[in-house]
């Protein structure tokens, strides 16, 4: 087994393994060459928890994630028909980019996009940091041989940013926000050149032309970023917030808000839906110093849909109700506090964490996650098992929340308490049987007067 076959396996959850498997299962039904590339490869190589898979096809990536898409019950979530490329949500909550493999050419800066199906090795050496032009084939012949063109596994290990290309800015603008969220995500100093490079390409206001998709795109990409603060804080300082609103300058910059925003997503399960929660509360956060009006510029300047003004603008209604049950005096058990936490919109329940001023609701979500969750997470398969009725019932579901209801409410046992028995009294000294040797206060029989004394 190659080595980097074995470092990936130990790298990947089981979920994530398990829709390896299946697409290289159907990659070889169809007679294509896969590799997985991209941020997985980086990820893996420096040592970071592999977030999203993206492999390459060197053939028909949207035809082979159709027949993943219906083999695997996967649903599509986005489709490039341009660069031929799909992302699928698989039901384990795993992502996965299928694309494939291509060049892409500009005719001048603000000229019409050119794709075209190539090999690997050029796939590589068009993209655009280093760090990400990376693969590892997943094929039987060749399977576990790394592809590394621009030598970047040499860059991780300087734990550098470097860019591909002297154009790498001017191709593709857009690689100046990337730029900045990875800097922030990975930890990683940008290369000297590539520092040249960036001044150089804003110098010439190659950002100008970033189109709004693009922007949207970047905005959802740094909510969902652990460090989305100090992106916002990176962006600002290199001038390429006011990209998203002209407004998103100096004291209209929400950065103590961000702060708390980002500290308050620290604390939570690194499971995909919770990421996917964060988009309207970091919206919130980010815009909350801005006017209606500005509010408006940003949606535009970014493409933003009207699913996604919603998820944002009407957050704060929205989690009103949850909020109102979450104060109610009426909570009196643990499992009343988990069930109402549990069954709610994880947008609402960041968004109150971030903005209610309630001390009941932030002590009730606070122990949602220090206690009561985890309390759940540690039932294990075989208490799991023995809940009455089957999975996906209706039966099965009220017992199992009466199951988790006694454990959370079940008061733990005392231990027992060892009764001590009391010390042995002193032994009389020898000689001194009866005998009162001075006086050191009354005795057990003062103030009562004794055998044939006076009162």
Known sequence: MSDYIY????????????????IQTAAAKAGVTLFLTGGAMRDMLAGFRIRD???????DALKLAESVRIAAGAKPAAKDERRKSAELAFPNGVTAQVAMSRQENRSGRAGKLQVAPATIQEDLRGRDFTCNAIALSLNKASRGLLLDPMNGLADIGRRELRAVSAYAFYDDPSRLLRLARLQVRLGFTVEERTRMQVANALEAGVQNSIPPRTLGDELRSIAAEDGSAEIVR?????GLLTLFSPALAGPKVNLAGMAKFEKIIRAFPDEPHWRSARLGPFLFALTEKLTPKEELSLIRAAGLTKAEEDLWRKLDGRSRKLEAALRSARIR???????????????????????????PVQERLRNYFQKYLPAVQEITPEEWAAVEGKPGTPRYAKARDAFVSDRLDRRPKKPPVEMTPPPEPPPPEAGAAGVNRGFSGPGPGAGKPGPGSRS
């Not at 058990?333 to 209610?356: G, M, N």
Request: glycine letters at 4%; a negative charge.
């Open 7 to 22: 470092m990936l396996e130990n790298r990947l959850s089981p979920d994530q393994s398990r829709v390896v498997g299946e």
């Open 53 to 59: 898979l993206d492999f390459v096809v060197e053939g």
């Open 234 to 238: 990176t962006l600002e300082e290199a």
């Open 333 to 359: 058990k643990a499992s009343q506090v988990y069930h109402i936490v549990s069954a709610a919109p994880s947008d609402e329940v960041l968004f109150l964490l971030y903005h209610s001023s309630l001390r």
